[in-house]
């Protein structure tokens, strides 16, 4: 009855023509609009020392907190692991290794697929950049070469969690083995923002994927590719092969 009130008198407010909706109006929309004044050097100097307060605080608590609980849940010890922001979700019974130099975001899903007769596996090389809101859904291996770069949005799909089947999928049964595969990116290889890699899929050495693009098929060694669904656009030239 009380919210039914309060969202009459502020329906009120805002139709009636009465001085007094009007007057009621007036004033929340000065409300609402009260700032604090201008004071440059104070609020400069006060922007940052919270930057230096956040900073510090997210350093701290990356070193002595969420990178010691990431590295408790892998298969091995990686050195110099770091840690954008918290610890990534970690979701089901799956084996993780993981090279040196690995920086992953806080933002990331890893998930591992619930049902299957081996116990699915991650494996990500050395000096590898896993970015904001990135899925990696493994269904039997996943497999993420040395100096692989994965923008943010990214998602790779080993296993899609349900079957095509719309009745099954109805009973809640979980998908079928036809439907799981293993992914593979090959070192120096580049996922640009919200690239899709669907199962069954290996991207060769040096290939660039351009943003939104899905890739349902093999990619060579050294192209760009693009599309929905991914298709190679271009050869990278030679010379490009020895900066990546």
């Known amino acids: 009855m009380n919210t039914f009130n309060i969202n009459h008198a502020k329906q009120w407010a805002k139709t009636s023509d009465s001085f007094l909706a009007q007057l009621i109006k007036t004033l929340w929309f000065k409300i609402k609009a009260i700032e604090m004044p201008n004071i440059p050097f104070v609020f400069k100097l006060l922007y940052y020392v919270h930057l ?106 080993g296993y899609p969690g349900h079957p095509v089947n719309a009745k099954l999928r109805a009973l809640g049964k979980p998908d079928e083995e036809a439907q799981v595969g293993d992914i593979t990116l090959e070192d120096d290889v580049w996922l640009a923002t919200g690239v899709k890699v669907m199962s069954g899929v290996t991207i060769g050495r040096g290939t660039i994927v351009a943003a939104g693009s899905v890739v349902t098929k093999d990619l060579p060694s050294f192209v760009l590719a693009a599309g929905v669904p991914a298709k190679v656009v271009k050869k990278i030239e030679d010379e490009s092969h020895e900066c990546l």
């Not at 408790?72 to 993981?98: A, E, F, H, T």
């Open 52 to 157: 230096i307060i956040k900073h510090v605080i997210a350093d701290i608590l990356r070193i002595i907190y969420y990178t010691p609980l990431l590295k408790s849940r892998l298969k091995n010890n990686p050195k110099q692991l770091y840690l954008y922001g918290g610890l990534p979700v970690i979701i089901g019974s799956l084996d993780i290794v993981m090279g040196d130099k690995v920086r992953l975001a806080a933002m990331t899903t890893i998930s591992g697929r619930a049902v299957g007769q081996c116990i699915p596996q991650l494996i990500i090389g050395d000096n590898v950049d896993i970015n904001w809101r990135t899925s990696i859904s493994v269904g039997k291996t996943i497999t993420i070469g040395n100096n692989v770069r994965m923008a943010g949005d990214c998602y790779l799909a």
